[in-house]
């Protein structure tokens, strides 16, 4: 009767994990299929992995349903205006770290060459400073932060001349870089800068017969997309010179509505989909820079001499501009510093 009795209060206990419904989670991509094409090719990866597991490790009680295309029932797939706990509307989203205002200290990231590179990246996306500025995503905009994911951080610098050093952007018309930027160009003095986002230099904005650009910024792996190759016949490699993580939210009230071992599951799904962002996008990288080379693209990366010299021009009039920005400027200089030092035992001594 006790062997009974037992195997009675086990089967009591596990019955509710069965018997859980099915509760799904819609979340907006940022990027996704499209008859365009699929760039960067990374991130759908990363989202489809992740909604992999959250059924895996949540026993199939939570459905992350991702929306693929560029609308749905008006709501934007590339920027959700509102997330929303009810109904077939957005619930969870992948938000660029650039577009929240409301937390300055995000721009932590665009400080040129403070990552060194892919281990520290990847180390940073757990770390105290991410986990600082998570909170503050989550006051700003009352919603709950569920991870950072690494998203690009090899910067294609694309000349109608070779680019090696600060001074030659000096008298150059540049692409790249909105207004947040403008402390990078204290002492350097280009030409003239203006800002052709993503979807209109997808249109050849800037290799049109009438372009007149001379040097293009952006991510390595949109330059077939935007064919650049047309026009730019020098590409320089820039590791770090910023970063872009993604940010992935959900609604407060929906988390909050969702079981521990539900919530466990989803953490879970986020931390194997973070390590994993790291290896897809530097599949994305190999991949552009062999699409590059043979469009005939010469291709250059950043000795270590001209790292230095870069990172002494750059990196710190980008950190003072975002310090002065921040609701806390001390507090801020220490989180920089706490980055910093992720990177200290990678280093040889």
């Known amino acids: 009767m006790k062997i009974l009795t037992l195997i009675l209060s086990i089967n009591i206990l596990i019955l509710p994990s ?4 099915t509760k799904t989670i819609t979340m907006a991509n940022v990027f996704g299929e499209t008859p365009e094409g699929r760039m960067p090719i990374h991130t759908p990866r990363i989202q489809e992995l992740f909604s992999k597991k959250v059924a895996e490790y949540t026993d199939g009680q939570i459905k992350w349903n991702i929306l ?3 609308q749905k029932d008006g709501i934007s797939i590339f920027r959700s205006p509102t997330l929303t706990a009810e109904g077939d509307k957005i619930q969870a989203t992948n938000v660029p770290a650039f577009f929240l205002p409301k937390v300055p200290e995000v721009m932590i ?3 040129p060459f403070l990552f060194d590179g892919v281990e520290h990246s990847r180390r940073f996306m757990t770390s105290e400073p991410a986990n600082w500025i998570s909170q503050k995503i989550e006051t700003a905009y009352n919603v709950k932060v569920l991870g950072h994911f690494y998203n690009a951080a090899f910067i294609s ?7 090696r050093h ?9 692409n790249g870089f909105d207004k947040t930027w403008d402390p990078l160009w204290t002492d350097v003095k280009p030409k003239e800068r203006r800002f052709i ?3 209109e230099a997808w249109t050849g904005a800037l290799v049109t017969p009438q372009s007149d650009f001379d040097i293009n910024i952006g991510m390595l792996q949109n330059n077939h997309r935007q064919r650049l190759h047309e026009r730019f016949k020098h590409t320089t490699i820039v590791e770090n010179f910023y970063n872009i993580y993604y940010t992935m939210m959900i609604n407060k009230d929906t988390w909050n509505s969702l079981t521990d ?11 194997e989909a973070q390590n994993a962002s790291i290896a897809y996008q530097l599949d994305t990288t190999l991949w552009a820079l062999a699409l590059n080379q043979s469009e005939g693209t010469n291709i250059h990366f950043l000795t270590d001499n001209e790292r230095k010299e870069w990172k002494q021009e750059f990196y710190p009039k980008m950190l003072e501009a975002i310090v002065s920005k921040s609701a806390n400027p001390t507090e801020t200089r220490q989180m920089i510093k706490k980055i910093e030092a992720l990177v200290d035992d990678l280093r040889w001594q």
Not at 261 to 270: L, M, P, T, Y
């Open 18 to 21: 069965y018997a859980q419904e």
């Open 68 to 70: 693929l295309g560029k």
């Open 109 to 111: 990231q665009s400080i």
């Open 157 to 163: 610098v694309n000349g109608i001349s070779p680019i």
């Open 166 to 174: 600060p001074s030659d952007f000096s008298d150059k018309i540049i």
């Open 197 to 199: 986002g993503t979807q």
């Open 261 to 271: 071992f539900q919530r466990d599951g989803i953490e879970k799904a986020v931390k």
